[in-house]
């Protein structure tokens, strides 16, 4: 059964950092980008960033390019998110979810942590 | 970067009616898109990639259809467990992003 688990959420201050990590299992990690979305309070998906499975291809939203850094360790079945100078745009809930048609369109999804950045 | 357009924000239908969400995109992306189903407190489920293709497990009455830059999501036969906000996706290319979503209530 594959399965995805995030953590690491919790609230932040503004210009503070966290550590996302998504724990997978079930399917053949290495073989499979791993995308991140998130859903602010009220609004809708946002696409964040994905990392294909051999870890050299990497992608980010413009809104999260050169704060947040993705990456990934096939080992342990794991890949994080480096989240640094978060701004109150950043609170949401983060989902990561596994890439299946091209590396962002995932089709199984872990059930999300909730980040809040408050001042 | 590709935006997306989707329409409308929301609608209120009847249980066995047939609902019709448009995407368009502002610039050629084939077929190269998603749709996806979001109910509150869950995560989203993929519905139908590659614009017209179902993915699996998902019931017949929803379809995908696509037009130049236009695409549409078609639910068949409206049913109580069908409430929930849709989310088209472009993944043409980097970055990838969403439609709006349009709220679906019954």
């Known amino acids: 059964e594959v399965q995805l688990l995030e953590s690491g959420g919790g609230l932040v201050q503004r210009g503070g950092s966290l550590r996302l990590s998504c724990a997978a299992s079930?399917?053949?990690?290495?073989?499979?980008?791993i995308t991140w979305v998130r859903q602010p309070p009220g609004q809708g998906l946002q696409w964040v960033s994905a990392i294909t499975g051999n870890g050299r291809g990497i992608y980010y939203a413009d809104s999260v390019r050169g704060r947040f850094t993705i990456s990934r360790d096939n080992p342990t079945n794991t890949v994080f998110l480096q989240m640094n100078s978060l701004t109150d745009e950043d609170t949401a809930v983060y989902y990561c979810a596994k890439g299946f048609v091209s590396v962002s369109v995932p089709d199984y999804w872990g059930r999300g942590t909730q980040v809040t950045v408050s001042s | 970067d590709i935006q997306m357009t989707q329409s409308p924000s929301s609608l209120s239908a009847s249980v066995g009616d047939r609902v019709t969400i448009t995407c368009r995109a502002n610039q050629d992306i084939s077929h190269y898109l998603a749709w996806y189903q979001k109910k509150p407190g869950k995560a989203p489920s993929l519905l139908i990639y590659?614009?017209?293709t179902l993915h699996l497990g998902v019931p017949s009455r929803f379809s995908g259809s696509v037009s130049g830059t236009d695409f549409t999501l078609t639910i068949n036969t409206l049913q109580p467990e069908d409430v929930a906000t849709y989310y088209c996706?472009?993944?043409?290319?980097?970055?990838?992003?969403f439609g709006q979503g349009t709220k679906v209530e019954v």
């Open positions: 079930g399917f053949t990690f290495s073989s499979y980008a």
């Open positions: 996706q472009n993944y043409d290319s980097a970055p990838w992003t």
């Open positions: 590659a614009a017209s």
